[in-house]
């Protein structure tokens, strides 16, 4: 057996080369039959799988679960469930007492654990069961935990909603900016901060017409002069632009704005968007660009037969620089509407 696991090991190679006897399970040979059949029961399970075992709930898990692991994998194979996840323990350990006393089982959906597996604070949502599981003797000695990571669906509900806000006879009828901002601002766990930019054809310059910001999001002056340079760079060009770490954004969140042109066409409203995108976490920036993009389309679009006929060019900057493992937050009071 290798003192050090190799990284790339798969999890039923590390069940075999793992130095269980430097843990409390003992060797493997040792092992309750039981246990053993466990063991090969998990690494057999299509979702990603562990088992919790003996009074120190020592770790054995599937390639699925080493995949929400992270950095984790491959050395918290066979390590306790504190030492291994010291981040979500206060929370998860008193539901496995619950199973263990009581022999019962415990079930959690889309529950909101925060965690640390990339380097960063992650946003992540879970659903998951614990069922008992009994030694040769029939007594409650380990925990069966399958898991399903539902992130995305949450995160796609959570934008859903945004959307829902712009139907027609949820909007306000003031302007396309200011249905489109509104609706965003009830979501700054995606969209912390939006701006809009409008071509001003007298003053021959782009004016901000309106933007939303949540306390922690509002932008320094240097962010704003930085913003302002690639928005008028994606106006003149016709190309979205990507600032790259604002510098009066806190270290550890994300750092980077999204600048894309808007169109617009005679007799309608501005067309196009631009998102929020955090380099922490490249696919709910992808959602959240489209769910900004159909936020200004879809206000457009019911504002587009009241609209005169004037064609406009503008640029539109969003910024999050909130880290992933910030709890959602609904309330739209927290985001403050301003202009310059």
């Given at each position: ?70 950095p984790r994998h491959?050395?918290?194979m066979g390590m ?261």
């Amino acid at each position: 057996m290798t003192d050090s696991p190799p990284k790339t090991a798969d999890t039923r190679t590390l069940l075999q080369t793992t130095h269980w006897s430097r843990t409390p399970l003992g060797p493997l040979a040792g092992w309750p039959r039981t246990l053993r059949g466990y063991a090969e029961m998990v690494m057999a399970m299509p979702p990603p799988a562990i088992i919790f075992w003996g009074p120190e709930q020592t770790q054995i898990y599937n390639d699925g679960y080493a995949a929400i692991l992270g950095p984790r994998h491959p050395g918290a194979m066979g390590m306790s469930y504190r030492e291994a996840w010291p981040d979500t323990y206060p929370t998860i350990y008193p539901w496995m007492c619950h199973v263990l006393d009581t022999g019962g089982t415990w079930t959690v959906e889309r529950a909101l654990i925060p965690v640390t597996r990339h380097g960063f604070d992650e946003e992540t949502y879970f659903t998951f069961t614990f069922s008992p599981l009994r030694d040769d003797d029939g007594r409650i000695a380990g925990i069966l935990q399958p898991v399903f990571e539902v992130g995305e669906s949450v995160f796609a509900d959570r934008r859903a909603e945004t959307l829902r806000l712009l139907v027609p006879e949820r909007q306000s009828g003031v302007s396309p900016v200011e249905d489109a901002l509104a609706a965003m601002a009830g979501n700054p766990a995606d969209l912390p901060f939006a701006r809009v930019c409008l071509w001003n054809a007298e003053a021959g310059r782009l004016e901000t017409t309106g933007a939303i910001a949540t306390p922690d999001a509002t932008p320094s002056a240097a962010d704003l002069a930085a913003l302002d340079a690639a928005a008028v760079a994606a106006w003149t060009d016709t190309a979205s632009r990507f600032v790259d770490d604002l510098p009066a954004v806190a270290a550890g969140l994300a750092r980077g704005a999204l600048v894309l042109p808007l169109e617009g066409s005679p007799g309608a409203a501005p067309r196009g968007a631009a998102s929020s995108i955090s380099p922490t976490n490249c696919a709910r920036s992808i959602a959240a660009r489209t769910t900004s993009l159909r936020c200004w389309r879809t206000s457009c679009a019911t504002r587009s037969r009241r609209s005169a006929p004037r064609p406009r060019r503008c640029g539109w900057a969003t910024r999050t620089i909130r880290g992933c493992g910030a709890p959602a937050r609904s309330s739209r009071a927290r985001c403050a509407t301003w202009r310059s």
